[in-house]
């Protein structure tokens, strides 16, 4: 009767994930959604005034629980020194330069955001201490235990893996003592090959370019730069610059010291275009990516000469570059990737609750992946039972009736917001918190832009497809469940589907079968019944700036006050005819 809460208590993207004795993942969330504050910056993962409800659902009475941070007891008791010499006072802070450091970041930024790493660390558990005295039944606080940050991840990531021997690499902006590590995935455990040190970033790195071209890093912007990218020339110029800034020598990668950054920095921005911070700058994002590439390519054949194997798990941050994850398999000598569902901070919440469980049963092991990614909250609708006094537009159809109504008015060319089930775990909307649309008219992605999301023209939408018909749609098609991964579409059938085609002929695909995601395939084999093409335009059920949505509520608001067409929530269908 032992269960673990795992936090992620990075100073972003917290989140919790509640594991039974045997290793199932009962629940996992990022903060963010039961908040409604895009990424949740220094939030605690284990909100107190939920808590009460979620030991109450998931964890039985009289159990005991271990709760498990995602960063190492070493590194936690150097910050406590560090805070009590003064280091993260505000006038200590105040007192730091604003400059660009080795880090790629301003040295007061930096040292801001370890200080309020410090302060997650310190509030680890309160939420799930309250809880438990809220949900009452004997549920009894066992211990706080403290794991790496980079174990965390590739406990996670290789956890829910196929594999069963694996090179597992992770990549961010930060660990305890680099932002990269390598370790061997066998037999179900974990051996570190190689731990990183020192300062410099290749997700850091990509934060500059964001910045540089015009976005916002610390609003999670990174994103944009990829979708930008295709559209950018690789300049030759703004090559040299950036290559300046590290330097690869087979498989070692090395980065430029804090004076060559802020010089490199300030040539650049002396080059950038006025629109860029309207528009962004497509060239800088252009090589940005490349440069990024090659970074990862250097890392990549490290990880290959020092494992010995062709299967390859990614993690962190840096995982979540789709852009480039679809170029691995079958190149740098690997045969195969694995990317879980949350790459970055918040799936550490599971790396690390599993990591305590096998503290306690060496023996346990977890079972071979691809992991489900519906481990979030499910939506009541009884906002939409209450509303049938009033609203004539509201049906309850069951499951076959809205699949097929859905299915109409999709091939009809109209805007559909889809609840299904639990929410998937991780930034991507798989099917169970997506706006949907038909991938065939070429002004979909400008209309959806337009009526709902609110974003920029050159960030493109993703296309779900029904995994049987993968290879007649994409070259040298690979199964991607997560979205995690962009392919090429085959040249004689991008025609049929432009609004899903990105401007380099890529499309960032989530692979579905009925056995993952049974409503979300039904639906998408309802429609290509009527269209002819097993493929629907899937992006997140939210307008930009906003997390996905977190309950019915949320879905009526965003039908109510934007250009969507129709919602499902569940087997209730709401139409604006």
Known sequence: MRYYIGLATTFHDPAIAIVAPDGEVLFAEAAERFLQYKRAPNCEPDLAPRMGALLRRWVPDGAEVVVATSWGEDFSAFLDGSARTGAFDLATLAALSPELNRSFVPERSERALVASLHLQQ??????????????????????????????????????????????????????????????????????????HRGRGSVGFFFGLVTDLAGFDQAAGEEWKIMGLAPYGRRDPDLMALLRRLYRVEGERLTFADADTIRAVAAE????????????????LARCGQDAFEEMMAAYLAEARALSGSQNLVLAGGCALNSSFNGKIAGRYGFGH???????????????????????????????????????????????????????????????????????????????????????????????????????????????????????????????????????????????????????????????????????????????????????????????????????????????MGKPILHTAEDAILMFYTTGLDAIVVEDWLLTKT
């Open 122 to 195: 310190r509030r680890a558990g309160l939420g799930t201490l309250l809880g438990l005295d809220r949900a009452g039944g004997g549920r009894r606080f066992a211990e706080l235990r403290r794991y790496g940050h980079h174990l965390s991840h590739a406990a996670y990531a290789c956890g829910t893996s196929p594999f069963e021997e694996a090179a597992c690499l992770v990549v961010d902006g930060m660990g305890e003592t680099g932002a990269a590590a390598l370790f061997a995935h066998e037999g179900g455990r974990l051996r570190e090959l190689k731990r």
């Open 268 to 283: 650049i921005l002396g080059r950038r275009p006025p629109e860029a911070t309207t528009e962004g700058w497509a060239d």
């Open 337 to 543: 990737l694995h990317v879980p569902s949350a790459p970055a901070d918040d799936g550490n919440a599971i790396g690390a609750a599993w990591l305590a469980l096998a503290q306690d049963d060496p023996a346990w092991r977890a079972p071979p992946g691809p992991a489900t990614p519906y481990l979030g909250s499910t939506v009541s609708t009884e906002p939409l039972e209450r509303m049938t006094a009033w609203e004539p537009r509201l049906r309850r159809l069951g499951h076959e009736g809205v699949t097929e109504a859905a299915a109409d008015i999709l091939a009809d060319g109209k805007l559909v917001g889809w609840v299904q089930g639990r929410a998937e775990f991780g930034p991507r909307a798989l099917g169970n918190r997506s706006i949907l649309a038909d991938p065939r008219p070429a002004d979909a992605k400008e209309l959806l832009n337009a009526k709902v999301k609110y974003r920029e023209a050159f960030r493109p939408f993703a296309p779900s497809i029904l995994a049987e018909h993968g290879p007649a749609w994409f070259e040298d098609y690979q199964d991607s469940p997560y979205m995690e991964r962009t392919l090429v579409w085959r040249e004689d059938v991008r025609a049929r589907v432009p609004a899903v085609v990105h401007e380099d002929g890529t499309g960032r695909l989530q692979s579905v079968t009925a056995e993952r995601n049974p409503r979300y395939a039904a639906l998408i084999r309802a429609f290509a019944e009527r269209s002819g093409v097993p493929i629907l335009l899937n992006t997140s059920f939210n307008v």
